[in-house]
């Protein structure tokens, strides 16, 4: 079935290290976003690609880093630069046609030591 | 800047009937969409309007005013699998999506 892989799901991290989020989908979709959500708050967006080699700033980007090697898969890296790294991150991603629809992966816990 | 208001947290009776609210200005508009979120799970779609008026889909339906800047969700014949976050979205010029912070509906027996 099509759909979008996040991993892991949960992940603890000590302080100063740098950790990777993965996110695979099979949906053939051009666009990929990455998520954060904490609670109480709406999601707020790390970074987006809408084509392979190609990516964009969101509207929290500092202390995040990402890829787009291939269509597939998106990564994100979360450095020691991100001072509160504890959130739900959540990797999404759309075909082109602008209804906007999102398919969302099922996220990842991050939890800082 | 871009805004989009919705209550935190709204209380109902399993059984009834619940209108969840969602205000927004934004920079341009290419539709509204609804996602419900249960605890620590993945949002999932639930409606897309981009002309004014009404949309059912089963025990949901959704509400869009352009001109008022206004949209709600209406929740019938309420269950217990309702309790859950519901996000309110809109695409903007750009086609990119601004998010409401949710609102927590709690369903009472």
């Known amino acids: 079935d099509g759909g979008i892989t996040q991993s892991p799901k949960y992940l603890f991290r000590k302080e100063g290290q740098n950790v990777t989020l993965s996110c695979e989908q099979n949906?053939?979709?051009?666009?990929m976003y990455w998520y954060r959500q904490d609670p109480g708050q709406g999601l707020r967006l790390i970074y987006y690609?809408?084509?392979?080699?190609?990516?964009q700033k969101g509207d929290i980007a500092e202390g995040y880093s990402v890829s787009r090697e291939k269509k597939e898969s998106f990564p994100l890296t979360v450095t020691s630069a991100q001072k509160n790294p504890t959130a739900f991150y959540l990797c999404?991603?759309?075909?082109?046609?602008?209804?906007?629809?999102?398919?969302f992966g099922e996220g990842s816990r991050l939890t800082v030591l | 800047g871009q805004n989009i208001d919705q209550p935190t947290e709204m209380t109902a009776t399993e059984g009834a009937i619940v209108q969840i609210n969602c205000t927004y200005q934004?920079?341009?508009?290419?539709?509204l969409f609804w996602y419900q979120q249960h605890a620590g799970e993945a949002p999932t779609f639930l409606s897309y309007?981009?002309l004014d008026g009404l949309e059912e889909k089963g025990r949901f339906s959704s509400f869009l005013s352009r001109s008022k800047g206004y949209s709600y969700l209406l929740l019938k014949e309420l269950q217990m699998k309702d309790s859950a976050s519901y996000l309110c979205?809109?695409?903007?010029?750009?086609?990119?999506?601004?998010w409401g912070a949710g609102t927590k509906l709690i369903i009472k027996p």
């Open positions: 999404a991603s759309t075909g082109t046609d602008h209804t906007g629809e999102l398919f």
């Open positions: 949906l053939n979709h051009d666009a």
């Open positions: 690609s809408q084509i392979v080699n190609d990516f």
């Open positions: 934004t920079s341009g508009f290419n539709g």
């Open positions: 309007n981009v």
């Open positions: 979205a809109v695409l903007d010029s750009n086609y990119q999506l601004i």
